[in-house]
């Protein structure tokens, strides 16, 4: 049964990057791809992007401009940072596992395991 | 807004079937997912392409669709099963995966 542990700061200051890193645990990092997914107090769920075991990434084109995912498979660890943050930045971050080794489109990826999620406050 | 659309709220009884249903543009050629959250707690895949139940999920819980509507179905509802359901297909230019806003099933 695979095992994502979300970590990092819980705590941002606006206008600088928010940093997040998903440990896999019980499971082969390389066998899948991978996303963040967020989700604002009392909001529903947005994603943010996608990331394969071979780096290739995808993102969300309202985030785009300022995010950047990597994955480092001999630490079974996949990252987050998103830069210029505001108030509208702070959401619970998911990482997620995509139940595929290729995708082509993400438009047709789903998500089987999350993490527990780490709540990550942009402050003034 | 949300380019997949579900009511915002879903009543029923103990016993009763409950019906969310998910509507959008890219379903006419993407799969829709179920998801259900519980308060605090992460999100859970119930329903994988609209008709497949993962393991562990229980049988009261169905999938349908009806042209570029999809239907999540509960069964013999339980006070457990009440959370906020979300459907995820993808955007209307079929680009990246799209969550609904929500349904919140309260059992009576």
């Known amino acids: 049964q695979v095992q994502l542990q979300e970590s990092g700061p819980g705590l941002v200051k606006s206008s600088e990057t928010l940093s997040v890193t998903c440990t896999v645990s019980g499971g082969d990092i390389r066998t899948y791809s991978w996303s963040w997914i967020r989700q604002s107090p009392g909001k529903g769920l947005e994603w943010i992007g996608y990331?394969?075991?071979?780096?290739?990434?995808n993102y969300n084109p309202s985030l785009k401009s300022r995010v950047t995912m990597s994955i480092d498979t001999s630490k079974s660890q996949f990252s987050l940072k998103m830069r210029s943050v505001t108030a509208a930045d702070t959401a619970m971050y998911y990482c997620?596992?995509?139940?595929?080794?290729?995708?082509?489109?993400?438009?047709?990826?789903?998500?089987?395991?999350w993490g527990q999620g780490k709540l990550v406050t942009v402050s003034s | 807004s949300s380019e997949v659309t579900q009511p915002p709220s879903v009543s029923v009884s103990p016993g009763q079937t409950a019906r969310i249903t998910c509507s959008g543009d890219?379903?006419?050629?993407?799969?829709a997912y179920w998801y259900q959250q519980k308060p605090g707690q992460a999100p859970v895949l119930v329903m994988s392409?609209?008709?497949e139940r993962p393991s562990g999920i229980p049988e009261r819980f169905s999938g349908s669709r009806s042209g570029t509507t999809v239907t999540l179905t509960i069964s013999g509802v339980q006070a457990e099963d009440e959370a906020e359901y979300y459907c995820?297909?993808?955007?209307?230019?079929?680009?990246?995966?799209?969550f609904g806003g929500g349904t919140k099933l309260t059992v009576l």
């Open positions: 990331i394969n075991n071979r780096g290739d990434t």
């Open positions: 997620v596992r995509v139940p595929l080794d290729i995708v082509l489109m993400p438009a047709g990826i789903w998500f089987d395991s």
């Open positions: 890219a379903l006419s050629n993407q799969y």
């Open positions: 995820q297909s993808a955007d209307s230019s079929d680009t990246y995966p799209v």
């Open positions: 392409k609209e008709t």
